[in-house]
Nanobody, 124 residues
Framework: HVQLVESGGGLVQPGGSLRLSCASS????????MAWFRQAPGKEREAVAA????????FYADSVKGRFTISQDNANYTLYMQMNSLKPEDTAMYYC?????????????????WGHGTQVTVSA
């Protein structure tokens, strides 16, 4: 199996920045795609950004394009997300997820490994 641990969340003012990290361990050779999802209170979980570990143009949700940047360290199967120009509507629990062979990076059911999440709160 694969274990994922997120870090980097916190409280930030509107317009501020945060950098999330996701460290993976275990059978990391199984990982084909990785993503950041988020879930705000009362809303469904949504894919924010995703990558294939083999390399490709990253996916971004329209709501974060131009503000968030996903990056990866393939050697250590570590995932990052730089979040700039944060807005109150970005407030959510952010989850790191990993999928195995055949995963479709925007399809939540294809992600079999999940972290416990890190809270991001954007408020003045």
């Amino acid at each position: 199996h694969v274990q994922l641990v997120e870090s980097g969340g916190g409280l930030v003012q509107p317009g501020g920045s945060l950098r999330l990290s996701c460290a993976s361990s275990g059978y990391t050779y199984l990982i084909t795609c990785m993503a950041w999802f988020r879930q705000a209170p009362g809303k469904e979980r949504e894919a924010v950004a995703a990558v294939y570990m083999g390399g490709s143009t990253p996916f971004y949700a329209d709501s974060v394009k131009g503000r968030f940047t996903i990056s990866q360290d393939n050697a250590n199967y570590t995932l990052y997300m730089q979040m700039n120009s944060l807005k109150p509507e970005d407030t959510a629990m952010y989850y790191c997820a990993a999928g195995a062979l055949g995963c479709r990076r925007t399809e939540e059911p294809d992600y079999h490994y999940w972290g416990h999440g890190t809270q991001v709160t954007v408020s003045a």
